[in-house]
């Protein structure tokens, strides 16, 4: 199996920019995908694949890739967007899923 | 538009078994991967296994042992039962859709509201 490590809390001021990311080595050969929660809710997707977003999602939500890096970055924060985010993708051997631990986002 | 709904028993003793159904409504069960997931409280999520509408399945190594998962098409559910529970089972359980349109990337595009089974005596 094989893990994805994220930071465990994040903050943005309220409009700016922030970056969340997910580290793994199954990111070498898969695309994550992020999921927002909110307290008491279930985890919502955000991003999938390249750079993919459901119907309903703001388009100030953005994914992109890198080596075995994924990034959600959140393009002009609203205070809305306070939450825990989680990636995930397939695991290394293909066959199974892996979560990163989330990150809490904080909008100050 | 496609919803999914937990259902099972909220509390479990120790040492027995976990069982938890999921029914899909507003689509069909078929041609689709559908997954579990828990949560403990405070923590992460965590995928315990997949099941194909045809039967096939996956699970998580760290819960193979305990798992298994079934489906049944005629009533649009699967299950899941986790055997020789402890506190540490204590979470959230969700049901999710599984989405795999690429090698590339896979994902989880509806979620169940989630059920919080804690194990206790």
């Known amino acids: 199996s094989s893990e994805l490590t994220q930071d465990p809390a994040v903050s943005v001021a309220l409009g700016q920019t922030v970056r969340i990311t997910c580290q793994g080595d199954?990111?070498?050969?898969?695309?994550a995908s992020w999921y927002q929660q909110k307290p008491g809710q279930a985890p919502v997707l955000v991003i999938y694949?390249?750079?993919n977003r459901p119907s309903g999602i703001p388009d100030r939500f953005s994914g992109s890739s890198s080596g075995n890096t994924a990034s959600l970055t959140i393009t002009g924060a609203q205070a809305e967007d306070e939450a825990d985010y989680y990636c995930?993708?397939?695991?290394?051997?293909?066959?199974?899923?892996?979560f990163g631990g989330g990150t809490k986002l904080t909008v100050l | 538009q496609v919803q999914l709904q937990e259902s099972g028993p909220g509390l479990v003793k120790p040492s027995e078994t976990l069982s938890l159904t999921c029914t899909v409504s507003?689509?069909?069960?078929?041609?689709?991967?559908w997954s579990w997931i828990r949560q403990p409280p405070g923590k992460g999520l965590e995928w315990i296994g997949y099941?194909?509408?045809?039967?096939?399945?996956n699970y998580n190594p760290s819960l193979k042992s305990r798992v298994t998962i079934s489906v049944d098409t005629s009533k649009n559910q699967f299950s899941l039962k986790l055997s020789s529970v402890t506190a540490a089972d204590t979470a959230v359980y969700y049901c999710?859709?599984?989405?795999?349109?690429?090698?590339?990337?896979?994902?989880?595009?509806?979620w169940g509201r989630g059920t919080l089974v804690t194990v206790s005596s």
């Open positions: 999710a859709r599984d989405i795999r349109p690429t090698r590339a990337y896979w994902y989880f595009d509806l």
């Open positions: 507003g689509g069909s069960i078929s041609s689709y991967y």
């Open positions: 099941i194909y509408y045809s039967g096939s399945t």
């Open positions: 199954s990111l070498r050969s898969y695309y």
């Open positions: 694949g390249k750079n």
């Open positions: 995930n993708s397939r695991d290394s051997s293909g066959n199974s899923w892996v």
